[in-house]
């Protein structure tokens, strides 16, 4: 079955970018929704955007100006690029995939990754 | 922008009933369907119900979605609680301009 794994730098600076990959195996990208969604220590998911496979985007609105998601169809890996990072960035981040029914399901998780931000 | 509002926390005794709410604070609740998820500590969340009130492959019948337009709220109620139910549950829905909303979670205590 489809599984997914996060990774990427554990700590970051102040000011920088944030920047994690996630590789898919055991399926197909299609007709998927592929997702980042984060965690804050102690608090609750935070929706972070997609990726359709067929390219498309989609991000929160209040992340919307830093945020970068793309899909490496040839490597099957989904990235996530999140400028000027602050303290408030700081969380576990998870990629997941996505399919709709009726309303986009995140049916598959990766383990998750953590990041904090600090210098 | 949408809101879905979870109580922070609820408990029961093993064997009890227990209902989670998420209240949507714009449109109606029937506007868009709800997706429930259940994360215990240190792993990612699974679904436990989606679409207002499928179970997800492998959930036992004990999980139950609902819908209520009164209140315009869904509820996710777990019968028969057993120790392994203890963990935060989410809700999640949408709306014209967030496809991907989350509530704030419920932390459940089973006594």
């Known amino acids: 079955q489809v599984q997914l794994r996060e990774s990427g730098p554990g700590l970051v600076k102040p000011s920088e970018t944030l920047s994690l990959t996630c590789d898919v195996s055991?399926?197909?990208?299609?007709?998927?929704?592929w997702n980042w969604i984060r965690q804050p220590p102690g608090k609750g998911l935070e929706w972070v955007g997609y990726?359709?496979?067929?390219?498309?985007?989609n991000y929160n609105p209040s992340l919307q100006s830093r945020v970068t998601i793309s899909l490496d169809t040839s490597k099957k890996q989904l990235s996530l690029r999140l400028r000027s990072v602050t303290a408030a960035d700081t969380a576990v981040y998870f990629c997941?995939?996505?399919?709709?029914?009726?309303?986009?399901?995140?049916?598959?998780w990766g383990k998750g990754t953590t990041v904090t931000v600090s210098s | 922008n949408l809101m879905l509002t979870q109580p922070h926390s609820v408990s029961e005794s093993p064997g009890k009933t227990v209902t989670i709410s998420c209240t949507r604070s714009s449109g109606t609740i029937t506007s868009s369907f709800v997706h429930w998820y259940q994360q215990r500590p240190g792993s990612a969340p699974t679904t436990v119900i989606y679409?207002?009130?499928?179970?997800a492959s492998g959930v036992p019948d004990r999980f139950s979605g609902s819908i209520d337009s009164s209140s315009n709220s869904a509820s996710l109620t777990i019968s028969g609680l057993v120790a392994e139910d203890e963990a935060e549950y989410y809700c999640q829905s949408s709306d014209s301009s967030t496809p991907v909303v989350f509530g704030g979670g419920t932390k459940l205590t089973v006594l």
């Open positions: 679409d207002d009130n499928i179970r």
């Open positions: 997941a995939r996505g399919v709709f029914r009726g309303l986009i399901e995140m049916d598959v």
């Open positions: 990726i359709y496979y067929s390219g498309s985007t």
């Open positions: 055991g399926g197909s990208l299609s007709p998927n929704y």
